[in-house]
């Protein structure tokens, strides 16, 4: 019986443009950044962000060493942030719709510092809520220091939450990090980028 639904981010609560952040870290001058940037897991310093191996900062001296030039706070924000594309009200409604029905609701991404000053300020859902206010609890590889499809995120978040794989739905838009969270015993819905998933996610959960 599923007791808690863990949902990721990017590409699923929200609709990511990878494009764009491409586009963005190249308007900034950070050429060459399809090296080290992925839909769902990144690499180099951009992975080393988001598994919190390095902070905001350090991001952004390293990415200035990178490509021979120097960036500020503000330009390296603006860069990431332009994977988000969108935040469909019809997923916000649901997921507040899911804890009403008694579920716990938590959120499990990968993502950084960057990402998180507009996610967790009021301007995340252009109604002055950030995307705290939806969630029983937030899971970030950045502050957890692991990252999906590693096994121990997925262990850690069955630690923190007390409850057992079989209780818990896994919604992710990423094919590997749904591989390794059914390999433990999560049940599991990959969802596409920018589908409208609300209905669906009721086959898995009753």
């Known amino acids: 019986m599923i007791k808690t639904i863990a949902f990721d981010l990017g590409g699923v609560i929200i609709t990511i443009d990878q494009p764009q952040a491409i586009s963005r870290f190249k308007e900034i001058g950070a050429t060459q950044v399809e090296d080290y940037l992925n839909p769902y897991t990144q690499t180099g310093i951009f992975g080393d962000l988001e598994h919190g191996l ?3 900062e350090e991001f952004r001296v390293a990415l200035g060493e990178l490509m021979g030039k120097e960036f500020t706070y503000e330009q390296c924000a603006y860069a990431w942030q332009g994977y988000a594309k969108d935040v469909p009200q019809r997923n916000l409604d649901i997921v507040m719709r899911l804890r009403q029905e008694g579920y716990r609701v938590v959120l499990l ?5 960057y990402m998180m000053d507009w996610a967790m300020s009021p301007a995340f859902d252009g109604k002055g809520h950030p995307l705290s206010y939806y ?16 096994e121990d995120i997925f262990r850690e978040v069955l630690q923190q939450e007390q409850t057992f794989p079989g209780e818990v739905l896994f919604v992710d838009d990423g094919p590997r990090n749904v591989a390794a969270a059914s390999q433990i015993g999560f049940r599991t819905f990959c969802p596409e980028n920018g589908s409208d998933w609300t209905e669906e996610i009721y086959k898995f959960i009753v």
């Open 54 to 56: 390095i902070s905001a």
């Open 109 to 113: 991404s990968n993502t950084n510092p």
């Open 135 to 150: 969630f029983d609890h937030c899971y970030l590889s950045y502050q957890l220091k692991k990252m999906k499809p590693s």
